[in-house]
Each structure stands twice: as structure tokens, then as C-alpha cells.
């Protein structure tokens, strides 16, 4: 059974850092073809894509977060991470990873090419 649990969620003033973890059990970062997504909900909105880390370690991010946020991840310890720098008020959310390997096409930035997904942790960035 695949769990990912994220962790490292708070609140922190605008301009402030935090960094996300996504621990996984049940699966392996490393498998072939694996995309690791990290998406938020805003309060009151529809879940958006943030960003994307592949097997290989290729990243692709929203433009709403590139050149503040970036994802990686630890095969060693099966963690995703993204962290996320020069924090605004308007990245406040809850945040999830989503993980998935299947033979599919992508964008990369739609809920339905990521089978498994975690609980999520809140950020909140006050101004």
C-alpha cells in the first residue's frame, strides 16, 4: 500500500522560506518513469500544480513559483522535497505531493496523471 505523508508546513511572514518534505512509503522514487508532483489549494479555490521532479531529476515548475520554489528529492531516503523561498501571501494553501508512473501523456500539470497522493500540509504566509 503507497503512502506519502508530507510534512514541514507552517506559517511565516512574506519573504520567508519553508521547505516541504514528502516521505513515501510503499514506493520507490527511483522506479522507472516516476513523476513526483507537489500541487496547493488555495482557501476557497481549486487545487493548482506547482511543480514536477522525474525520475531523472528533469524539473518543471508553474510560472506563479519559478525562480522562488524548486523540487528535488533524496532516492537514498524516498523523500521529495520542495522548497520554497520569497514566500507571498498569495502561496498560502495546502499543499500536496502526488506521485505516479504510469504510461500516460503529460503535461505534467493535471490532478488525474498522479495516482497516489498525500494528505497534505498547510502553509500560511502572513504579510
Known amino acids: 500500500q503507497v503512502q506519502l505523508v508530507e510534512s514541514g508546513g507552517g506559517s511565516v511572514q512574506a519573504g520567508g522560506s519553508l521547505r516541504l518534505s514528502c516521505a513515501a512509503s510503499g514506493y520507490s522514487y527511483s522506479t522507472y518513469r516516476t513523476y513526483m508532483g507537489w500541487f496547493r489549494q488555495p482557501p476557497g479555490k481549486e487545487r493548482e500544480w506547482v511543480a514536477t521532479?522525474?525520475?531523472?531529476?528533469?524539473?518543471r515548475s508553474a510560472d506563479s513559483v519559478k525562480g522562488r520554489f524548486t523540487a528535488s528529492k533524496d532516492n537514498a531516503k524516498n523523500t521529495l522535497y520542495l522548497q520554497m523561498n520569497s514566500l507571498k501571501p498569495e502561496d498560502t494553501g495546502m499543499y500536496y505531493c502526488?506521485?505516479?508512473?504510469?504510461?500516460?501523456?503529460?503535461?505534467?500539470?493535471?490532478?488525474?496523471?498522479?495516482?497516489?497522493w498525500g494528505q497534505g500540509t498547510q502553509v500560511t504566509v502572513s504579510s
Open positions: 502526488a506521485v505516479d508512473n504510469r504510461p500516460l501523456f503529460r503535461t505534467y500539470d493535471r490532478e488525474y496523471e498522479y495516482k497516489y
Open positions: 521532479i522525474d525520475a531523472n531529476g528533469n524539473t
